[in-house]
């Protein structure tokens, strides 16, 4: 995985870990072939390949995404150069199948593996030597396995990644997801989900859990049918994990989902903002941010327990000079600790690819680094330059270390005590352990216990904005001490975004001999 914002990449290595999340396409791939096969599992955000493991192979199968097209391509040749069979699947290969097949590719999975693996598996065993394999219809989620976590060696991520449904109800233009996924989203039952939770809890895992859907609370009724198992779980097994989701910004209208995700001990919640301006949003078809006020939403999400992370993104058409001093403000005004700013990059087979694509203002390249400061892939309507310059400026606002601890402490300030700090639930007793829990539980203290020593060195002893820092500490401590580890562990994570505004200074610096790029577009409002 290349730097970006989604990489963590401080956080992890704070906390003595290689990268976020295990790939969990690939686990899930691993459950639907033959239990007599012998897997062995290559992340290469958390190890290199060895010599052994190229001799030990007989399949390489591989997935990545766009932003990930280049080590995944290289893989695919290299693997070819070493005469082995390749197969390919994941949302590159199926959003460009047509690059991954001219690197070599034997076998080629489009789409979702859970109703393709046979139809993959029937031509090997019949000894053909290639082929695509993709399902006219998307699967039911009642047939995905519970994925092989047993490969994975837990100590190599700061987080497990979990998967309730896919697709999403709504329909942005820039978005992917219903292309690879669809607008009618399909769920898991709830006992699949306790029985994965079950899973990687015998497997020692005490920390985050990700549930990586697009839309957690994309069917409501839904997401209440899976909080209502979950709870008591998590309650009768001593609440072991945190959740992490992905969420829509309507949340903020519905008080008591947020009390429910709180209940089931979910702590945050990424949400695309976008943009601060209403036209802008509505040109893109997001409107589901536009039928209540972004602002109050995230007040009621946060005042309620759950620390909101944000996306916002500039270079949209006929966005208005200034777009970047107004998320800026949206975002200092609202009190959002860690913002995820990026460049519009077209992702293929969206709405907005299949229209720039008519207008003759799609480009080759095509990164898919929408937080590093790269060219964009598109002619804009702007001059690039310009937007480029805004996107600077933001992050340097945004990510400045004094202005991102004043936000977070802002937030924590206002967000109301833990539940049980409240006295609307009890103490809950530690649940079942499993082997070698104990001697993980202590190395992740101490892996916390280092990060919260490193931070504390970093800003509250060698900056000039140290005052700032104690007091703050102080005042949450004696104010609002229930969100304290909560507000450490958020102030700590702004280690993954004070370096971004160098960075994309360096890379505006070496694309500053390319021409600028714009084009003049009348005002369109999406229907």
Same mark, same amino acid.
């Given at each position: ?71 995944? &391509?290289?893989?695919? !040749?290299?693997?070819? *150069? ?9 949302? %590159? /290969? $199926? ?25 993959f598996l029937s031509a090997l065993h019949a000894g053909q ?73 015998? &497997?020692?895992?005490? !920390?985050?859990?990700? *549930? ?9 009724? %839904? /997401? $209440? ?90 270079g949209f058409d006929n966005e208005k000079k200034g777009t ?204």
């Amino acid at each position: 995985m290349p730097p970006s914002f989604w990489t963590f990449a401080e956080t992890c290595r704070l906390h003595g870990n290689r990268t976020l999340l295990p790939p969990l396409g690939l686990i899930t791939w691993a459950a639907l072939l033959p239990e007599d096969w012998e897997f062995r599992l290559a992340d290469l955000s958390t190890r290199s390949m060895t010599e052994e493991d190229w001799e030990w192979s007989d399949l390489v199968m591989i997935t990545g995404m766009i932003v990930q097209k280049e080590s995944l &391509l290289a893989l695919i !040749r290299e693997a070819k *150069i070493r005469g082995k069979t390749v197969v390919v699947g994941g949302p %590159y /290969a $199926t959003s460009v199948p047509g690059e991954v097949l001219d690197a070599g590719t034997d076998f080629l999975i489009r789409g979702e593996a859970e109703n393709t693996a046979s139809k993959f598996l029937s031509a090997l065993h019949a000894g053909q030597t290639s082929g695509v394999f993709e399902a006219e219809k998307k699967p039911a989620m009642n047939t995905s396995p519970v994925p092989r976590f047993d490969l994975v060696a837990p100590e190599n991520y700061a987080a497990m990644a979990l998967q309730t449904s896919r697709g999403c109800p709504f329909d942005c233009e820039f978005c992917d997801i219903v292309n690879l996924y669809g607008r009618l989203p399909r769920y898991k039952s709830p006992d699949q989900i306790i029985r994965e939770l079950e899973i990687i809890f015998r &497997l020692g895992w005490r !920390r985050d859990v990700f *549930i990586c859907d697009d839309n957690f609370i994309g069917n409501r009724k %839904y /997401a $209440t049918t899976i909080l209502d198992e979950l709870t008591p779980w998590m309650k009768s097994h001593g609440e072991p994990f945190s959740f992490w989701a992905q969420t829509s910004l309507n949340l903020g209208a519905d008080p008591e989902m947020i009390d429910r995700l709180t209940e089931a001990n979910f702590s945050y919640v990424f949400i695309g903002i976008e943009s601060p301006d209403t036209e802008t949003l509505i040109l893109n078809r997001k409107f589901q941010n536009v039928r209540n006020s972004p602002a109050e939403a995230i007040r009621t999400i946060r005042q309620r327990g759950l620390t909101p992370l944000s996306s916002f993104v500039i270079g949209f058409d006929n966005e208005k000079k200034g777009t970047g001093e107004r998320i800026v403000s949206f975002v200092q005004d609202n009190d959002i600790p860690m913002a995820m700013l990026n460049t519009l990059q077209v992702l293929p087979n969206t709405s907005l690819w299949d229209r720039l694509k008519k207008e003759g203002r799609l480009l080759e390249e095509r990164t898919g680094g929408n937080t590093t400061g790269g060219r964009l892939n598109y002619v804009p309507s702007r001059p690039e330059a310009e937007i480029m310059q805004e996107y600077l400026e933001a992050c340097q606002k945004l990510y400045e270390p004094s202005a991102y601890l004043q936000r977070t402490y802002r937030h924590y300030m206002d967000m109301r005590p833990t539940r049980r700090a409240l006295g609307i639930e009890k103490s809950v007793a530690a649940g079942a352990s499993a082997s070698g829990v104990k001697g993980q539980s202590i190395r992740a203290t101490l892996n916390d216990l280092r990060a919260l020593l490193r931070f504390i060195w970093k800003h509250g002893i060698v900056p000039g904005y140290r005052l700032q820092f104690w007091k703050q500490l102080v005042r949450v401590y004696l104010k609002n001490p229930s969100r304290m580890k909560q507000y450490l562990y958020t102030c700590v994570m702004g280690e993954n975004v004070f370096g971004i505004p160098e960075d994309v200074r360096k890379a505006m610096s070496d694309s500053t001999r390319m021409p600028d790029r714009s084009i003049e577009l009348p005002l369109k409002i999406a229907n």
